[in-house]
């Protein structure tokens, strides 16, 4: 368990998510990412909080097969105080037939405003997603209160570790400028600059290489 100034007493630990937790990731990360530039140029402002809940309680519905896809830093109480999506090698792209299942359910969440420029993020996203094999993150969120207190960094690490002894490579976008020097302090790299069309934010892709046993990255 970690202890630190201003964590909840008893610290927290890193597991993955329960199926009973969904609700609970998904108004974190909601909580997390209520100002991400990215989210508010999709999301309406007239109940952005509940919408951004919505996306990722579907987002964690199309994650949960895939083992250990959903993890947390929790209390031995079991609040939750930061989350992460991952996607294992050759599982970060969302089958068509899972696209089409869940349009409904994306119109409700982005309205007719918000659909067209949810579809150009993916569009984009997608057409700048390496092919080289990787685990890839598309979602990290500490709570409210918590930021820069290690909770994130931790979470990650876990992972990271794990990617390091299989010598496999590690992907995400950041959505936020300011959340570059957090990725780089773990090991990523900013790759490209990828600017949305129709006037939207831009999103930084970043890769991590594997740690070599003395601590180089392999590439």
């Not at 990731?25 to 140029?41: E, I, T």
């Not at 994650?63 to 031995?76: L, S, Y």
């Not at 600017?195 to 601590?215: E, I, K, S």
Request: aromatic share 8%; net charge positive; proline share 9%.
């Amino acid at each position: 368990m970690n202890t630190r100034p201003g964590m909840p007493v008893g610290g927290y630990g890193i597991r993955p998510a329960r199926p009973t937790e969904s609700a609970a990731v998904a108004a974190l990360l909601a909580r997390a990412f209520a100002d991400d530039p990215v989210m508010a140029w999709m999301v309406p402002a007239v109940g952005r909080e509940r919408r951004i809940a919505r996306y990722f309680r579907l987002s964690q519905r199309q994650q949960r097969p895939r083992e250990g896809a959903v993890r947390v830093a929790a209390t031995a109480e079991g609040r939750l105080l930061a989350a992460a999506l991952w996607s294992g090698p050759g599982c970060w792209k969302t089958s068509t037939v899972q696209e089409v299942a869940a349009l409904p359910r994306y119109a409700r969440i982005f309205g007719l405003r918000g659909m067209p420029r949810a579809g150009e993020v993916q569009n984009t996203l997608h057409e700048a997603h390496p092919d080289t094999p990787h685990w890839y993150l598309p979602t990290v969120g500490t709570d409210r209160g918590l930021q820069g207190m290690g909770v994130g960094s931790a979470l990650l690490r876990q992972q990271l570790d794990r990617c390091d002894r299989l010598g496999q490579p590690v992907y995400l976008e950041s959505s936020n400028v300011t959340n570059i020097p957090f990725y780089e302090g773990l090991g990523f790299r900013v790759i490209d600059e990828v600017r949305l069309p129709g006037g939207g934010p831009t999103l930084w892709p970043m890769w991590r290489a594997p740690a070599a046993p003395d601590g180089r990255r392999r590439g």
